[in-house]
């Protein structure tokens, strides 16, 4: 039987201090499936760019020649992935790797999993907590699910499912785009506890208020 292949997105803007590390960590991860990974360098500055080049020949590398944002980023890699499997993985250290077995435990019963920062004991700052339960609380309350942490970066797909969806918010207002239209489509998200290491915004964290109303609209405007 042919090996079955996760194939992980990496969205990649500025990132030059952790990328190289969480890709190591990546390697690691004792998977029984093959490994695609796709880094999608959205225009970055600090030497991420230049950096990159040196792995061109181990993973697909995609350049953006202008800043676009996490969710076209996704989408752009998603045209690339040949995996059963698909993820997104930011390119920062906040999660951690080895939850893809946890996660993947349970792909065979379900066609999407999320991985749930709820019941970790590191959170991230008051606003960024907070908003992430709002966001989530109007996710549930519009479409019906039961989610503990909508805004998590660590959503797993059967490929057959995201690739089916058309994706058209650029930026991080992907996350509540893709829950939206999967619970349209009346298709049940498992969560699973991961393991989550927040950074703040000195050390590179991107997201802000702007994109939490974003994502509340992005709820509504796909209801």
Known sequence: MKKKTLSIIIPCFNEEK??????????EVPLSLNKQIVIIDDCSTDG?????????????????D??????????????????????????????DPNDYIKLLSHIVDYKVVYGSRIDTNKKSSIWFYWGGILVTKVTNLLYGTSLTDQPTCYKLFKSSVIKS???QEKRFGF????????????ILIKE????????????????NWKDG???????LKYY
């Open 18 to 27: 952790t990328l190289f590390q969480l890709l190591d960590k990546i390697e």
């Open 48 to 64: 991420t760019k230049e950096k990159l080049s040196s792995l061109e020949l181990k993973h697909l590398v995609l350049y953006n």
């Open 66 to 95: 202008e800043n676009q944002g996490k969710g076209y980023a996704i989408q752009r890699g998603l045209k690339h992935c040949s995996g059963d499997y698909i993820i997104i993985q930011d390119a920062d250290l906040e999660y």
């Open 165 to 167: 969806i058309q994706l």
């Open 175 to 186: 996350c509540s785009e893709i829950t939206a239209k999967i619970a349209r489509e009346n």
């Open 192 to 207: 699973i506890p991961i393991n989550y290491y927040p950074r703040n915004k000195s050390q590179g964290k991107k997201i």
């Open 213 to 219: 109303l974003r994502a509340l609209y992005v709820l």
